[in-house]
């Protein structure tokens, strides 16, 4: 494989990182993130802290 095109599937895969949205079990860091499926705000006020299942309909995908 040539040297431009693994580059440039590097910046793919980097860029699907970034967008991925947070999931329970994962930690995002410090913010409020709200579950996709009832929009119910879940907020983490420490970097370490674990994204819990949703409170209300224990979904598991965040935004
Ligand atoms: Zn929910």
Not at 21 to 40: A, F, L, N, R
């Amino acid at each position: 494989m040539r040297k431009e095109q693994r580059c440039l599937m590097y910046n793919f895969v980097s860029r699907l990182e970034v967008t991925k949205m947070p999931s329970t079990g994962q930690k995002p860091g410090k913010g409020t993130y709200t579950c996709t499926s009832c929009g119910q705000s879940v907020t983490l006020d420490d970097h370490t802290d674990t994204l819990p299942p949703c409170p209300k309909c224990n979904g598991t995908e965040y935004r």
